[in-house]
């Protein structure tokens, strides 16, 4: 087995990133006009790492698929950005900031890298306030913070429910200033079809321009891979349509180890489920658990009345209710971190009590926090003796202005005014943690090419907390790369333009070139749809919530064969010299049932519960944790870095010890 | 319900287009419209023929991708929304329903729904920016006090996802409510003082040149805009231009 090598910095954790940052090399301005670096995707880690480094001088060429880099998906994000800014005098600290990322991460991220992103935090809401974003402020025209899950302070900066659009416009308009000086040329409506390598190092990629079809060559000295998460090979996520794993595939394919594939974050509060014509779900931010209280009803009776509409949620008194997170939880309450509120859902759910007529919703309720608020403004605005209707007028005036756009568009799908009646919402899978494994400086398996944002596996163990992703894409584009890949473009200063005639670049142009050919003449009976949402379907039965070795073991039986069917029976119509929808979908979804079966493997392979990922045959037996996640980690506190080996199912594992010496290792207790 | 689509079809920007009629049945008042589209697209390749190309992705009325002008009207009938997030309980059984690609000569058909809105890239490039490299050094956040209602306004302007509603939606293709509101939003802010004139005359002139009309204040822009921009931002775009056009003179 190879010897992973982490490359974390020596000395006191505190000081490593400093350390590091004044060892490694660095180019100087002249040699970085000589220097090019091809970024593919342009979210908040691809978008920041592209203006970055721009603006240092490197010749920076960036990919996006959607028609501009304003449209990557980290636009959706709603609820806010973590910063140890600590300006709410709550003892908020950087090492506040890594502990509770650590723990809520449940011990499978790296110290050193965690560490690190907490040091940089506070510079991101530095630079995004100079860059112009609007985040909420106070009266006295100070930053506003706001509650997360899995967390004792208030450390999240928030813009509305629209923070992460807020803060990819500001990267956008930093990368608008770079493409308006030529520092960037943007590939908009391009897809990275495969990475190029020569001797062995990163040297290029082939891109789609999916306008005309063309296969391009595109060279430059290092390539670095920033294109999400890999949510949609469920099918049914939070992920925009477009959202594909197929470059950090493609980059796996060719030798980048890919880590933890099975840890995946399912989100507790999404609109439920409606019916077979769903192609998406959607999130209801984080930030509502602030002053949404989730509960479902006590009693079997009351289930079944509010399923045959004969009763009404809110005619149920407070007796009546199960506060299940309140009950289970009460040192963190309605925000425990979000794998633990998720299966929450799923043990009341499972128990029968989901309260729509799927059985798989749980009521998230603002009356509470309506009255509180409304008391509080008349108590301000010097109404005496208010009326009940006053109150609860007033209240929902302070809870539109928090979360009004989350509420307009709970109205528009579920048409239910959430003001009047609790809201319904379920699970739904949302961010992946695992993704190409990278050492410290962010760079993967194959030289010259990295990996940032969510597409890398680094800093958030096997769960996510809230309002981490924003933070961790910033951190990686505006504050990591820039500095660490440097480091290695510094033996490339005399080297020159790649040149894209070369056999390498031929042969991964021809290999792109065939293989959009196959899809177009196998000429099949099923849509590409048919074969994504049969994939979906396994993976949500199978490795979703809960999994189980003779389940996960099926799960990879079952998609090489769908994979199989795939490729002899699916029908994509059109050619591949045309913009053809269609075709963009099928080779992504061909490179999703390829990862679902690592996917399911990895999940096999890790025998113990952890974070988002819950095994049924390792849970507590006893004990006032009874019945939570039981972590195992004599046997699994490492990184499983999967090496592809021609096929998903026969990838070779490859373990990255885990080492603690700052925090110690506990059992998560939310209690 | 039962419907009758009128669809924009048009091989790639140099054909012609024209309107072509699909019948679609048993679509759930609960479908979004584009998951309405997708039940005639699956439909299209079970038939052998080919998926009508339109532009999507989030889904949830916040990446701007999606367009559509369907019933003479860009992203639908309802109100505060994008197409994505229009639902089919807006339309009746039976109903004919026209679906058409977002039309100005500044966002030319790429193929049947989808356009070419680079026009409103080279904008953004124009200006549309605060020249800040990023830095390890920036000052404290908090060092930088902003009057709540100065960062709101902002904030209200900073909500445009960039989709190009008001162009398709204006008799005169103006792109005004587009560039009023990134112009507003750096207007409002401390940050934004320093290249204040010079990007309200450049974001502009770049408008000009990509072809866009002028306004003539009808209002339909705000109607239709789906996160409710309000033209008070194109009034306010006006006087930033005039006084930014006089000073500049000096």
New interface residues.
Partial sequence: MTKLDSKIPEGPIKDKWTNHKNHINVVNPANKRHIDVIVVGTGLAGG?AA??LA?MGYNVKAFAY???P????S??AQGGINAA?N?QNDGDSTYRLFYDTVKGGDYRSREGNVYRLAE?SG?I????????V??????????DNRSFGGVLVSRTFY??G?T???LL?GA???M??Q??KGKIT?Y?RHEMMDIVKVDGKARGIIARNL?TGEIEKHSAHAVVIASGGYGNVFFLSTN???SNASAAWKIHKKGAYFANPCYTQIHPTCVPR??D????L??MSESLRNDGRIWVPKNMDDVMAIREGKKKPTDLSEDERDYYLERRYPAFGNLVPRDVASRAAKERCDAGYGVNATGEAVYLDFKSAINRYGKEKALVTGVNNPTEAQIIELGEKVVEEKYGNLF??YE??V?QNPYKTPMMIYPAVHYTMGGIWCDYNLMTTIPGCYAAGEANFSDHGANRLGASALMQGLADG??VL?YTIGDYLADDIRTGAIPTDSKEFNDAAKEVTDRLEKLINIKGSK?V?YFHKKLGAIMWDKVGMARNATGLTEAMAEIKQIREEFWSDV?V??NAN?????LEKAGRVADFLELGELFAKDALNRNESCGGHFREESVELDGEQKGEAKRNDKDFAYVAAWEYKGEPGEAVLHKEELTFNDIELKQRSYK | MNLTLKVWRQKDAKSKGKLESYPVSGISEHASFLEMMDVLNEQLINEGKEPVAFDHDCREGICGMCSLYINGEAHGPDRGVTTCQLHMRMFKDGDTIYIEPFRSKAFPVLKDLIVDRGSFERIQQAGGFISVNTSGNTQDANSLPIAKPMADKAMDAATCIGCGACVATCKNSSAMLFVAAKVSQYSYLPQGQVERKERVLNMVDQMDKEGFGNCTNTGACEVECPKGISLEFIARMNKEYSSASVKAEN
């Fill in positions: 920041s203006a970055s603006e959607q028609d501009s304003r449209r990557a998906h636009i959706a800014k300006y940089v510079n809401i530095d630079q995004c306030v100079a860059q112009g609007p985040f909420a402020r106070e009266y006295g025209g100070l930053l813009a509305k629209q992460g659009q807020q416009l956008y308009s930093a608008s200033r493409i308006g943007m908009n306008i925009a349509m477009g409606s019916g014509f769903q192609s998406k959607t999130l307009q568009m528009k799908i048409d505006y504050f820039p849509s749809d029908r119509p059109g045309e913009l053809n929808p269609e």
